[in-house]
T-cell receptor
Framework: EDQVTQSPEALRLQEGESSSLNCSYT??????LFWYRQDPGKGPEFLFT???AGEEKEKERLKATLTKKESFLHITAPKPEDSATYLC??????????FGSGTRLQVQP | DAGVIQSPRHEVTEMGQEVTLRCKPI?????LFWYRQTMMRGLELLIY????????DSGMPEDRFSAKMPNASFSTLKIQPSEPRDSAVYFC???????????????????FGPGTRLLVL
């Protein structure tokens, strides 16, 4: 059974304080690893897809990396508007996404 | 692009009533997914369609739940009869599948709608 574990559950940062979120996974036949951002009362918003170990993608203050066992979402010099829940999901041959429980990020000014 | 459209955005109903949730996927997408999100279980797949055909309904909790996709631009998720434990946020997502079935392709990104917040009293 596919398993996705995210840590920490919650993270509080000061504005400008860089950090990383972790997503570890156990799957057979990874097709892709996805990062989504979810704001309260809204649907998940797509951020990145990573397909193979060693791959990296960047978008503004966010950078996602992938190894054979885990993915990291690095947040550099975060701002209050980066506050959200960040969800990691894996896609296998079954095609549907298996989500982790998310990391609730709060960035204080 | 309007994105994935869901209706209603909020639904409050009484136990035993029928509930119908609606979804319009992004134009041109050929796959549609229904997910449910709760505090206890997070986001879970209920069912997905490819080219309007149900492919995997293993996540549908029980016979009270049914889903249809009569055409490429519309899908419904019905709960009959509804129970308090069905209270959750229901998301619809759509994607465009690329690559050959079973091959190294088939990579795709799912785009989510705003969700329907359901409360069953």
């Amino acid at each position: 059974e596919d398993q996705v574990t995210q840590s920490p559950e919650a993270l509080r940062l000061q504005e400008g304080e860089s950090s990383s979120l972790n997503c570890s996974y156990t799957v057979s036949g990874l097709r892709g690893l996805f990062w989504y951002r979810q704001d309260p009362g809204k649907g998940p918003e797509f951020l990145f897809t990573l397909y193979s170990a060693g791959e990296e993608k960047e978008k503004e203050r966010l950078k996602a990396t992938l190894t054979k066992k885990e993915s990291f979402l690095h947040i550099t010099a975060p701002k209050p508007e980066d506050s959200a829940t960040y969800l990691c999901a894996v896609q296998t041959g079954r095609r549907a996404l298996t989500f982790g429980s998310g990391t609730r990020l709060q960035v204080q000014p | 692009d309007a994105g994935v459209i869901q209706s209603p955005r909020h639904e409050v109903t009484e136990m035993g009533q029928e509930v119908t949730l609606r979804c319009k996927p992004i134009s041109g997408h050929n796959s549609l997914f229904w997910y449910r999100q709760t505090m206890m279980r997070g986001l879970e797949l209920l069912i997905y369609f490819n080219n309007n055909v149900p492919i995997d309904d293993s996540g549908m909790p029980e016979d009270r739940f049914s889903a249809k996709m009569p055409n490429a631009s519309f899908s419904t998720l019905k709960i009959q009869p509804s129970e308090p434990r069905d209270s959750a946020v229901y998301f619809c997502a759509s994607s465009f599948r690329q690559g050959l079935a079973g091959g190294p392709g088939g990579q795709e990104t799912q785009y989510f709608g705003p969700g329907t917040r359901l409360l069953v009293l």
